[in-house]
């Protein structure tokens, strides 16, 4: 089955300081995106960057930036500036041809003030 | 904004009672998606549909039944609520399977006795 691995399931990070997510997957297709997903405590799962595959250049949105290293299949999620509302389950997905996404097993991420 | 809404936050069943849960998604997406949520095994694939009618089997697909009568409703159907089914169900909807961000409802967390 073609995975989708968090290695870290907790992580914490002091207020306005940087954290970064690890997130590593298995696919035989060329072209695909992955995604990160942020579930905030009690409250609906958005989605927080996407990644094309094809395109070499890494997302970034506001304060969150991700690493894509597609030889390694390596998709890390970079939190600069760290707020107390950024804490919250962190998942990586991957969307690949016709089959549905799949997850990783989440990152639980605290934020210390 | 696409909302995706579920029919209870909460439910609360007896072992052998039959449970529905219900999503209704207001952007005219194809897809929608059933997952079912619990700490350390990150989100799992129950069912999920392409179109109104169809259905198909996703990981976990044991003890579950799904209904898709109409474009914008999914129905998650536990024939016979079983205590290791209690759980945080997810509902997401999609435009397509292939390269589109899934939206997702609030959640359901069902409690079987």
């Known amino acids: 089955a073609q995975t989708v691995t968090q290695s870290q399931p907790e992580m914490s990070v002091q207020e306005a300081e940087t954290v970064t997510l690890s997130c590593t997957y298995d696919?035989?297709?060329?072209?695909?995106?992955l995604f990160w997903y942020k579930q905030p405590p009690s409250r609906q799962m958005i989605l927080v960057i996407r990644?094309?595959?094809?395109?070499?250049q890494n997302a970034t949105e506001n304060r969150f930036s991700v690493n894509f290293q597609k030889a390694a299949k390596s998709f890390s999620l970079k939190i600069s500036d760290s707020q107390l509302g950024d804490a919250a389950m962190y998942f990586c997905a991957r969307d690949s041809g016709n089959t549905p996404l799949v997850f990783g097993k989440g990152t639980r991420l605290s934020v210390i003030a | 904004d696409v909302k995706v809404t579920q029919s209870s936050r909460y439910l609360v069943k007896r072992t052998g009672e039959k449970v529905f849960l219900e999503c209704v998604q207001d952007m005219d997406h194809e897809n929608m998606f059933w997952y079912r949520q619990d700490p350390g095994l990150g989100l799992r694939l129950i069912y999920f549909s392409y179109d109104v009618k169809m259905k198909e089997k996703g990981d976990i697909p044991e003890g579950y039944s799904v209904s898709r009568e109409k474009k914008e409703r999914f129905s998650l159907i536990l024939e016979s609520a079983s205590t290791n089914q209690t759980s945080m169900y997810l509902c997401?909807?999609?435009?397509?399977?292939?390269?589109?961000?899934?939206?997702f409802g609030p959640g359901t967390r069902l409690t079987v006795l």
């Open positions: 696919t035989s297709e060329s072209d695909y995106y």
């Open positions: 997401a909807s999609s435009h397509r399977v292939s390269y589109n961000e899934q939206f």
């Open positions: 990644q094309e595959a094809y395109k070499q």
